[in-house]
């Protein structure tokens, strides 16, 4: 995980309820010791009980919004995950912190965040998400001591699935919590699983047929109790500041969008938001008054008695809350996933809590109080108020933007591999020059559920349809990359490897300097065992972008196939600079520093590796061979055998038996062949008929004694 160096923020006093700073003071001066943030991802606020669905099955939530504050109207300044959290952690606007869409955008280290804050008040921190839009490379993890963004225990690529359900997520977070509850903490758990596509487990699958999506909240809904229990059970549940907010909502059908980001209409950019506390927030107590998620931060720190950064923009809601200020807050929208996806316009957006403008290609005016569905575009007819909006929009953009370019980075194979998976099929800024005004996304919805029908058919596995719908895609929107990509990629699970690459050898000529079209290309290289053309293509690569970490992870994979271990070495030390927590890349650079000579070095890591993976057997593989290159047979033969006591399976008696073989011993080695051929699985077809000639060719060197 990268960090930056934490923020120094001195503790202050705070007298409860009172928006004025006092002193600095204790860490406790507040009486809030522990908090606890829970973002729900894909949460519509009117799917919730407490916010009047009646089909809702959310005890849990439902519970707290009756023990402490409900905020009625609280909204996303972007219906997206990343930028969203962004804005929540930092207390800035997107034209702030400039992350603008999932997947290529990072926050900027410069930037103060609420585990930064915390941390460096004395407070114990740790984050626990359920995405790979959230992964630490794209800098949320900065201020957290712990930031658990591993979706698959023991896997040996970091993030290789894109996301964990909520059971995985507290699972995980359980005992951490059971170890640090007599301490100070500020906790973050995220969860995932209302977005697409819906299937939540029994019995929420069971108990809500109708509507998966129903099911997936109340899922997280009965896991989110669970750590409800836990703080019970610590004896700290009052003493916990508990804030739950959605990052987005969800739309579910309306106005034609399936899911969020293309539009801001009310489904996908209101939110749940509630505060809670035993004894420091009122129970029961309802904000009719528009807020944002740019709030949370601040008032989550004068609740616990530290100041704010300079740079946050939202204001705390402790006046709100106490009942001195009623107003609507002014709200700024946001889309960039028209543009960045599409090549159509992005969206921004304002409303004052009654009111809503749209600045579009053809912009939009709702009044939400008697047309809260939006049904009825009121732009032309009320043309005074549209124009006071669309400056009082320009104005904000103005107030809050920062003169910075955006912080983006390249877009790995793994990483479109799974954003793919999570739905977003996009994955690239178009790369065309723009020739003429960009389109409105409602002028082309068609197009979008072309888009969403290929994401359907290609998961459905029926991988003809798919390509019709990006090929087609592809034909209709000229200057985006990602179709040609999407279509490459089908291709490859149809097993038309050859077609792939020259689909995508096609799209390089046309955009030269597309991240996305050189990495898709060059893993398909890959795949194709085409070694030279990968490092031409991750050359390319890392000369677009330097730290790019699937280029320098990959070439190096694919100079040391070609046996050209200081070449590969070389890339892998600089892939660690970029994601030196990567398990696999740490086991290859160990592995390399073996077979160019450094074999002390490389003992040293695998054994570090160890002690961080105790239950992962093929470290214990590698050093195996790393002695037995070395020419330290009984090394080799001691690691083997205890590998085979600690995880017997067909990997260690493998490995164990040509060690076995290599140190003569051909009756032990023929035992644990036998073993391994007993215990390989149908698709270990190769090498398992490679063991039974072994076995053969061992029965003939056995000596007479042995007979």
């Given amino acids: 995980m990268r960090g930056a160096k934490p923020v120094r923020i001195g503790a202050m006093l705070v007298l409860l309820l009172v928006p004025h700073l006092s002193a600095p003071g204790a860490l406790d001066a507040a009486g809030i010791r522990h908090v606890l943030l829970v973002t729900l991802d894909t949460a519509r606020a009117d799917r919730l009980g407490c916010y009047g669905h009646r089909e809702a099955v959310t005890p849990r939530l439902d519970g707290l919004a009756q023990k402490g504050v409900q905020f009625l109207k609280a909204y996303t300044p972007t219906p997206l995950t990343f930028p969203a959290h962004c804005s929540v952690m930092t207390g800035t606007l997107p034209v702030y912190h400039q992350a603008r869409n999932n997947g290529f955008y990072y926050l900027e280290e410069g930037i103060p965040t609420l585990a930064e804050a915390f941390r460096s008040a004395g407070y114990r921190t740790a984050g626990f998400v359920a995405s790979f839009v959230l992964d630490s490379r794209f800098g949320l993890g900065r201020g957290f001591e712990r930031y658990d ?60 047929p109708g509507s998966p999506y129903d099911g997936e909240i109340a899922f997280v809904d009965s896991e989110l109790g669970r750590i409800l229990d836990a703080l019970e059970e610590q004896r700290i549940l009052d003493d916990t500041l508990i804030v739950v907010a959605g990052d987005h909502g969800e739309a579910l059908g309306d106005h034609r969008e399936i899911d969020h980001g293309l539009f801001l209409y009310e489904a996908a950019v209101r939110v749940p938001l509630l505060f809670v506390h035993g004894r420091a927030l009122p129970r029961g107590k309802t904000v009719p008054a528009a807020v944002r998620l740019t709030d949370v931060m601040p008032t989550v720190l004068e609740l616990a008695g530290l100041p704010k950064a300079k740079s946050v923009q939202g204001v705390s809601l402790m006046p709100w809350i106490g009942g001195r200020k009623s107003a609507d807050l002014p709200v700024y929208l946001e889309t960039y996933y028209p543009f ?248 290859r650079h160990a592995f390399a520093l073996a077979a160019v000579g450094r074999t002390e070095e490389s003992l040293a890591a695998y054994r570090k590796l160890k002690d961080e993976f105790p239950g992962d057997h093929v470290f214990d593989l590698d050093i195996g061979q790393v002695y037995e290159r070395t020419g330290q047979i009984v090394q080799a033969r001691l690691t083997l055998e205890a590998a085979v006591r600690r995880h017997p399976g067909p990997d260690t008696y493998h490995a164990y038996a040509l060690v076995l073989a290599k140190a003569g011993m051909f009756p032990e080695a023929v035992r644990w062949m036998r073993a391994y051929v007993s215990a390989a699985p149908e698709t270990d077809g190769a090498r398992r008929a490679r063991a039974l000639v072994l076995i053969a060719e061992w029965e003939k060197r056995k000596k007479p004694a042995d007979q």
Avoid at 154 to 171: M, P, Q, T
Avoid at 366 to 381: G, I, M, Q, W
Avoid at 569 to 581: C, I, Q, S
């Fill in 340 to 587: 960045e996806t599409f090549g159509w316009s992005e969206l921004k957006g304002i409303t004052d809590g009654r009111w809503k403008l749209v600045q579009a290609p053809r912009p939009e005016l709702y009044d939400l109080a008697s047309d809260p569905r939006e049904t009825v575009d009121l732009f032309e007819r009320e043309a005074s108020r549209a124009r006071k909006m669309m400056r009082d929009l320009r104005d904000l953009i103005e107030r809050s933007a920062r003169p910075a370019p955006s912080p983006t980075r390249p877009l790995s194979t793994r990483d479109q591999e799974r954003l793919r998976s999570l739905g977003y099929l996009g994955g690239g800024r178009p790369e065309a020059p723009e020739t003429g005004p960009k389109a409105d996304p409602k002028d082309r919805i068609d197009d979008y559920l072309l888009h969403h029908r290929g994401g359907l058919m290609e998961g459905e596995g029926n991988l003809a349809a798919a390509l019709e719908c990006y090929d087609e895609l592809a034909r209709r929107n000229t200057g985006v990359p990602s179709y040609a990509v999407s279509a490459a990629f089908v291709l490859m699970k149809m097993d038309r490897t050859a077609e792939a690459i020259a689909l995508l050898e096609k799209a390089r000529a046309r955009f030269p300097s597309s991240a996305l079209v050189f990495s898709r290309l060059m893993s398909f290289y890959l795949k194709a065992e085409r070694w030279n053309e990968a490092i031409a293509a991750g050359k390319a690569l890392l000369d677009l972008w330097p730290d790019d970490f699937d280029a320098l992870f990959l070439s190096g994979s694919a100079y040391a196939m070609l046996g050209k271990w200081d070449e590969a070495l070389e890339l892998y030390e600089g892939a660690l600079r970029v994601e030196p927590e990567n398990k696999l890349l740490r086991q």
């Fill in 149 to 208: 963004d591993d979706m698959k225990e023991g896997e040996a690529l970091k993030n290789y699935r894109s996301e964990r359900n909520a059971r995985e997520v507290v699972d995980a977070f359980l005992p951490w919590l059971a170890k640090n509850a007599r301490d100070p903490f500020f906790a973050w758990v995220h969860f995932y699983d209302p977005h697409l596509p819906y299937d939540p487990p029994p019995p929420f699958r069971d108990g809500l």
